[in-house]
Antibody, heavy 121, light 108 residues
Framework: QVQLQESGPGLVKPSETLSLTCAVS?????????WGWIRQPPGKGLEWIGS???????YYNPSLKSRVTISVDTSKNQFSLKLSSVTAADTAVYYC??????????????WGQGTMVTVSS | EIVMTQSPATLSVSPGERATLSCRAS??????LAWYQQKPGQAPRLLIY???TRATGIPARFSGSGSGTEFTLTISSLQSEDFAVYYC??????????FGPGTKVDIK
């Protein structure tokens, strides 16, 4: 079955760049689907960060757009998130997920387990 | 930007009882709404999309309804595994998404 796994540093210093990777298994990214990043600060709700199509087309949350870059590496079957100039407000669990799009509707149907990233000096 | 609100913030329900959760959009999202369930320490799980279509493997006790700005998630008879936080999410202004703040369903 399709599985997603986030990886990256758990601690990032303020003003630096947060970098995470989502490895996809059980499905070839180049075959299709959109893929996304969602985050959740401790004790708070979910925030969509951005999405990418297998072709490389990207879509970002307007509130984060100036700091976010999402890219895809089909040769490694993974996609990545970079968030620059981080502050303590970026401390969160970061999830990667597959975006299911169908005539009946859309939703993030497969999620990684999430990775906690803390921004602190 | 479409703002999503959910009520109540916390819903206390006894096992076997019915739970009704509400989600409201600041402007019409048609039927472009999904619901997720999240248990502590776990990733969210997609329950409903298209406002009323159950995702794969979701039990029939979960049902969604509504369109426009008002939506409801109903759990017909709460099981112990259903105590969790539930989020609605609009995708009407695709490719941008916004989530509601969540409703926590806990044991009465």
């Amino acid at each position: 079955q399709v599985q997603l796994q986030e990886s990256g540093p758990g601690l990032v210093k303020p003003s630096e760049t947060l970098s995470l990777t989502c490895a996809v298994s059980g499905y070839s990214i180049s075959s299709g689907y959109y893929w996304g990043w969602i985050r959740q600060p401790p004790g708070k709700g979910l925030e969509w960060i951005g999405s990418i199509y297998h072709s490389g087309s990207t879509y970002y949350n307007p509130s984060l757009k100036s700091r976010v870059t999402i890219s895809v590496d089909t040769s490694k079957n993974q996609f990545s998130l970079k968030l620059s100039s981080v502050t303590a407000a970026d401390t969160a669990v970061y999830y990667c997920a597959r975006l299911r799009i169908a005539a009946a509707g859309t939703g993030f149907d497969i999620w990684g387990q999430g990775t906690m990233v803390t921004v602190s000096s | 930007e479409i703002v999503m609100t959910q009520s109540p913030a916390t819903l206390s329900v006894s096992p076997g009882e019915r739970a009704t959760l509400s989600c409201r959009a600041s402007q019409s999202v048609s039927s472009n709404l999904a619901w997720y369930q999240q248990k502590p320490g776990q990733a969210p799980r997609l329950l409903i999309y298209g406002a009323s279509t159950r995702a794969t493997g979701i039990p029939a006790r979960f049902s969604g309804s509504g369109s426009g700005t008002e939506f409801t998630l109903t759990i017909s008879s709460l099981q112990s595994e259903d105590f969790a936080v539930y989020y609605c999410q609009q995708y009407n202004n695709w490719p941008s998404f916004t989530f509601g703040p969540g409703t926590k369903v806990d044991i009465k």
